[in-house]
């Protein structure tokens, strides 16, 4: 971080790689046949459970945020998972 004099560190708490693929994989077996019928009772608690729109909003969250940066602050963004 020494190299980059100004740098502004931000955590956005999104879930690696990983993280995401294993919320994305829950989402999947949820829109199923199987997943439906499993879940017509509770469904929003289900999905909820999955994690993918908590990533989503994050992630959305993150995208603007960035574009906030470029946009009115005229800087330059770095987007890396931790």
């Known amino acids: 971080m020494a190299h980059y004099p ?12 990983h ?3 294993d919320a994305l994989r829950k989402l999947f077996a949820l ?3 199987t997943g439906i019928a499993d879940a017509e009772n509770g469904y929003l608690a289900k999905l909820e459970a999955t994690g993918w729109l908590k990533q989503a909003r994050l992630l959305c969250q993150a ?3 960035m ?4 946009d009115a602050e005229a800087t330059s963004v770095l987007n890396h998972c931790r």
């Not at 100004?6 to 790689?17: A, H, K, Q, T, V």
């Open 6 to 17: 100004g740098l502004r560190l931000s955590f956005m708490n999104i879930d690696n790689i």
């Open 19 to 21: 993280g995401l693929r």
């Open 31 to 33: 829109c199923t046949p």
């Open 63 to 65: 995208s603007v945020r």
């Open 67 to 70: 574009a906030e940066l470029v």
